[in-house]
């Protein structure tokens, strides 16, 4: 059985450095395309980064250059590091994986206030 299970989430002030971590089980992260998404209050979940088993980035033009994912293949974790953060950063934060099907994990809040 997959679990996804997102953690490091809170209150942050604008400019200021958050970092999420989701930790797998019942798969391997570096065997698969690893997402990261987010959902604000009132909108749609949308894309924010993706990981590939190759190393291989990408980033959502609202986010590219302050955020930067990575992976721990020995402890089989993601990681999204956020930096100058701003208010319209503020959502759920949800890592996925998809393999035969999507696997999302119940989401970690971030708010960005002052």
């Known amino acids: 059985q997959v679990q996804l299970v997102e953690s490091g989430g809170g209150l942050v002030q604008p400019g200021g450095s958050l970092r999420l971590s989701c930790a797998a089980s019942?798969?391997?992260?570096?065997?698969?395309?690893a997402d990261w998404y987010r959902q604000a209050p009132g909108k749609q979940r949308e894309f924010v980064a993706t990981?590939?088993?190759?190393?291989?980035?990408d980033y959502s033009r609202s986010v590219e250059g302050r955020f930067t994912v990575s992976r721990d293949g020995v402890n089989n974790m993601v990681f999204l590091q956020m930096s100058n953060v701003k208010p319209e950063d503020t959502a759920i934060y949800y890592c996925s994986i998809t393999y035969e099907r999507t696997y999302w994990g119940q989401g970690t809040q971030v708010i960005v206030s002052s």
């Open positions: 990981l590939t088993p190759s190393g291989v980035t």
């Open positions: 019942g798969i391997i992260f570096s065997n698969h395309v």
